[in-house]
């Protein structure tokens, strides 16, 4: 449904379990190592993981694979577009197997953490990041779930662009490369909607 996300109401870390898993990203190679690529690189993780293989779906705008950790059947997706046009991927797949908001979990890179921060939260708004921005024009809702992966901020909003798209430096590329590691080991949690105890994980992981 296109349009402006409809008005946040408050609720709870849904216990829905998560049908898709979005990693937030620029493609190309030029991008591959860059900040703004960290929720590609979460997805790249678990796929990793469960000897899962993305496969380009043109139909979607997207890189797609399928896991099944314990039998709840999740896809993992990275739009093929740039990231402010995100939410065509999104919101195209999300129709086509009639996955609601609160069963979407979009990993992003996230300024106001450290580099290496983690935290999951549900709604809430976009803080100017054109990724969530266009999903939630594309999709209508602000209601999806996020995974927000510490990449630091240049404290200077006018270096934000070029410090997003450049390479974090050898110690806070391990600091996030850790908080990956950590967040995969909450899979379980996060695909059968258990989110509170995935967020009590996260938040307590140092």
Known sequence: MEGSPAPHTYHPMSSKPIKLIVGLGNPGAEYAETRHNAGFWFVDLLANRLNATFRQDPRHHAQICRISPHGHDCRLLKPSTYMNRSGQAVSSLANYFKITPDEILVAHDELDLPAGGLKLKTGGGHAGHNGLRDIMSATGSRDFHRLRIGIDHPNDRRAVVDYVLSRPSKADREAIEQALETAADCL????????????NRLHTAR
């Open 188 to 199: 379980d949690e996060i695909i059968a909607g258990k989110l509170q105890k995935a967020m």
